[in-house]
């Protein structure tokens, strides 16, 4: 995470704020970026004005954003009053998703920090123009986040994003007595259900799996010490392995990498990592862009439409 030099930390104003702010905070204690910038969107003008019209001591919506600004500084001090690292705390009105892609676009950060609410259902809970009209790597922090990286779990599929994703896992990891673990869901083939495989099918296909672990670590230069676990998925979503996963582990973080798409398509189509971040997992969750090749590939979009 060396060429993260500038996050970008959105706020609602609830009680996730602190969430956000510490979990924020104990990343620079891992990490050094030279700057974090902290949004906060009012969402319409009509909101100030109730604002106004409930508490007379407001008198426009500049008094209006003036509190708001004191109040989410005061969560801001309260962990980086001391520290080296730069803040700045940006307050806009409009629509959330609208005025953070704009900041976004304007101050070009290179890591995107959001909060993740357990309570809330469905995939409304995500912004589907945040996951896929910005070029930065996003961290989604749940209200369950541990302030430790001890554990990391990689879901893999034997590809350069599943290598990246491992290598920025030991990254995170660091020199610290934690681990990385690196799993792979996969499936029988559908001709042996509803029956299961014999015990030749499956000696066969552990070989085969070991094979693409074994080429797969020699291909991208895998340390020894990450794990690998390979988890038979019978029926349902992968998510549902990748959680059981996170359990048994006790996991601290899982990390992916996405792919650059090619074409419209890409932008309408749910991916991998779109599944991932639905998927409520308990803990953070850092999915990985290459930065230089998605803003390429949003240049080229945006241009065509």
Known sequence: MERYEHWFTCLDLTSMDDVLVGYSKFLTTEFKPKKITFIHVVKSTDVAEEMIELFPEIESQHDFEKVIREKINEAIDAHFKDSPIETELLIRTGRPTDEIISAMNQINPDLTIMGKKAGYSGKG???????KYVPTSILFVPETSRYQLNNILVPVDFSEQSALSIKAA?????????????????????????YLPEDDDEKKMNDYLNKKRDDFISKHDIPDNVKFVFSLNIDGPKMEQIYDQVVHDQADMIVAATKAGKGMASMLREDFTDKLAYFR????????????????FLSTIFKKS
């Open 125 to 131: 809970v995500i912004p589907r123009r945040i996951m």
């Open 170 to 194: 030991l990254e995170l990891s660091g020199d610290k007595s934690g681990s990385v673990t690196a799993q792979h869901v996969y499936n029988y083939p559908a001709r042996f259900f509803p």
């Open 281 to 296: 997992f308990g803990v953070p969750l850092l999915l990985i862009k290459d930065k230089e090749k998605h803003s390429k």
